[in-house]
C-alpha cells in the first residue's frame, strides 16, 4: 500500500509546522507509549494491529475504518494488545490558530470539534465505502506535501479544508439519520480509487474484492449516479492521462501500455472515437498551436 509515503515513526509529541503535519505509519515492536495530551487537534485513522486507545478515563477497541478525533489537552495514549501484525495508521496533527482560521470561514467546520468536547465521543466508526473515500483523500493529501508542483501550496490548502470539512459532514450526517445513500457514497469511492490506480488493474474483479460488494452493485451503482457505464468512464479517465502523457513528450507506445491499454489498436480506436483524430495527428496539432501561439520577434 503506497510504500513511498509511509513516514518514519518519530516519538515527538509536537509539532513542527504552526498548520498541520500528516503521517502514514506502519510500525512493528512499538515500545509502550506513556498518557499524554497536545496543544493541537488529533485526527488518527486506523488500518491494521491489535491495539486499544485510552481516552482521559475510557478504553476504545478499535477496528479497520475507525478515527478519532483528540482535542488539545486531552490525555490519551495506545495499548498493544500484541504486535502479531503491523501497527498501520494514518496521524493528522492540525494546530489550534489553523483550525480556528478554518471556523472563521465557516461554522461549518466546528460541529466536530464542538460535538466530540461536548459529548466526550471521540471514536467514529465507519464501513469500508466511508473510509475507502477518507483514505484515499489522505493519500492525495500526502502525496501533494511530498511534490513541488506548480499551485502546491493551494492545493494542499484546498484538499486539506476539504478533508476535514468531510469529517464534519460525516458525523453531522450520522448524526442528524442524513447519511447520503450508500450508492452515492460508492460511486465517489470508485472514482477515487479509479484516478488513483489508472496504471493497475480496474477490473470488476478487482473493484469487488477492494469494495467488498458485488459486481453487479457496483456497475448499477455507479450507472445511476455517473450516468455512464463504469467501463466508459475507466476509459475515458485512461485516454486523458495517456492524451497528457504523450503532450509531455513520452512515447505513445508506453503511454497506452502504461496506462491499461492491451494493444495499440483498441487504444487508437478509443482515442481517435474520444478526441476526432489519431494520436499522432493530435501530438502534431499540439505542436502547431505550440508554434503558433509563439510571440513573433
Request: proline share 4%; net charge neutral; hydrophobic share 30%.
Amino acid at each position: 500500500m503506497k510504500q513511498h509515503l509511509q513516514s518514519t515513526f518519530s516519538t515527538r509529541q509536537y509539532m513542527l509546522s504552526n498548520s498541520f503535519e500528516i503521517y502514514y505509519y506502519s510500525d512493528f515492536k512499538l515500545s509502550p507509549v506513556p498518557a499524554h495530551s497536545h496543544d493541537y487537534y488529533e485526527f488518527y485513522f486506523f488500518l491494521e494491529g491489535n491495539v486499544e486507545i485510552m481516552i482521559e478515563q475510557s478504553t476504545h477497541r478499535i477496528s479497520y475504518g475507525d478515527f478519532l478525533l483528540i482535542p488539545p489537552g486531552t490525555n490519551h495514549h495506545p495499548t498493544f494488545l500484541d504486535q502479531e501484525k503491523p501497527y498501520r495508521r494514518f496521524v493528522l496533527w492540525v494546530s489550534k490558530e489553523y483550525y480556528y482560521d478554518l471556523i472563521a470561514k465557516s461554522q461549518s467546520y466546528l460541529y466536530l470539534p464542538s460535538y466530540v468536547e461536548s459529548t466526550r465521543e471521540y471514536l467514529f466508526n465507519n464501513d469500508n465505502i466511508t473510509f475507502n473515500t477518507i483514505q484515499s483523500m489522505l493519500f492525495r493529501l500526502i502525496e501533494e506535501t511530498n511534490n513541488n508542483r506548480f499551485g502546491k501550496e493551494t492545493e494542499v490548502s484546498l484538499q486539506m479544508n476539504s478533508l476535514i470539512l468531510h469529517l464534519n459532514r460525516l458525523v453531522y450526517e450520522k448524526n442528524h439519520n442524513q447519511n447520503a445513500p450508500a450508492g452515492q457514497n460508492l460511486h465517489i469511492s470508485l472514482c477515487n480509487y479509479i484516478s488513483d490506480n489508472l496504471e493497475g488493474d480496474l477490473s470488476l474483479d478487482q473493484l469487488a474484492k477492494y469494495f467488498y460488494v458485488s459486481k453487479f452493485y457496483i456497475s448499477h451503482s455507479f450507472k445511476d449516479n455517473m450516468g455512464l457505464s463504469l467501463h466508459q468512464y475507466i476509459i475515458k479517465k485512461r485516454l486523458h492521462a495517456c492524451k497528457d502523457a504523450i503532450l509531455s513528450s513520452i512515447p505513445i507506445s508506453k503511454a497506452y501500455t502504461q496506462y491499461g491499454f492491451s494493444d495499440y489498436s483498441s487504444f487508437f480506436r478509443a482515442f481517435k472515437r474520444e478526441y476526432g483524430v489519431s494520436p499522432n495527428e493530435y501530438k502534431e496539432l499540439y505542436k502547431i498551436r505550440e508554434i503558433n501561439s509563439q510571440p513573433s520577434i
